[in-house]
T-cell receptor
Framework: GQNIDQPTEMTATEGAIVQINCTYQ??????LFWYQQHAGEAPTFLSY??LDGLEEKGRFSSFLSRSKGYSYLLLKELQMKDSASYLC??????????WGAGTKLIIKP | IAGITQAPTSQILAAGRRMTLRCTQD?????MYWYRQDLGLGLRLIHY???????GKGEVPDGYSVSRANTDDFPLTLASAVPSQTSVYFC????????????FGEGSRLTVL
């Protein structure tokens, strides 16, 4: 079956760095997405990886290893506004998105 | 700049009633999707449309129907609501069904009593 696994909740300190991991099993693979969702709001796009390696975008970076079925989202210089859920989603061979349940990130001062 | 508009934002509904959630996008995106989001679960796809005039079933289509008469509109209908359909519903669109960034509406919170 198809599956996305990510931790349910993580806590980090303002100004620090946090890494949110995601492992995936999909039927075929056409890329890995990360979305951010603040409480009570809609998800918004953060990143897309289809090739192995690290993609950096400001304070946020996303990494992919296709051979390991693994991705992570790295958030640097954490700010209170980064408190949100982070959703990992894999795109399978039929271009269907398989979503993880999300990681709730709590930032403490 | 509107993007995707959903209506209503919130609704309380008696079981057995019919309900249509509206979704309109102004980005001329080909693909549109309806998801439901429940606590502790990932987004689950209800129905999708790769282009105007076509629709398909997602992971949890039972009890729901959709239509795509034109590019902009993609309404979701609950023919006879049941309490298990209490959820937050998100409409989304993308330029192509072959991947690409999803743009989400603000969500419709539906409570079925």
């Amino acid at each position: 079956g198809q599956n996305i696994d990510q931790p349910t909740e993580m806590t980090a300190t303002e100004g620090a760095i946090v890494q949110i991991n995601c492992t995936y099993q999909t039927s075929g693979f056409n890329g890995l997405f990360w979305y951010q969702q603040h409480a009570g709001e809609a998800p918004t796009f953060l990143s897309y990886n289809v090739l192995d390696g690290l993609e950096e975008k400001g304070r946020f970076s996303s990494f992919l290893s296709r051979s390991k079925g693994y991705s992570y989202l790295l958030l640097k210089e954490l700010q209170m506004k980064d408190s949100a859920s982070y959703l990992c989603a894999g795109l399978d061979s039929n271009y269907q998105l398989i979503w993880g349940a999300g990681t709730k990130l709590i930032i403490k001062p | 700049i509107a993007g995707i508009t959903q209506a209503p934002t919130s609704q309380i509904l008696a079981a057995g009633r019919r309900m249509t959630l509206r979704c309109t996008q102004d980005m001329r995106h080909n693909a549109m999707y309806w998801y439901r989001q429940d606590l502790g679960l990932g987004l689950r796809l209800i129905h999708y449309s790769n282009t105007a005039g076509t629709t398909g079933k997602g992971e949890v289509p039972d009890g729901y129907s959709v239509s795509r008469a034109n590019t902009d509109d993609f309404p979701l209908t609950l023919a006879s609501a049941v309490p298990s359909q209490t959820s937050v519903y998100f409409c989304a669109s993308s330029d192509s069904y072959e991947g690409g960034e999803l743009f989400f509406g603000e969500g419709s919170r539906l409570t079925v009593l």
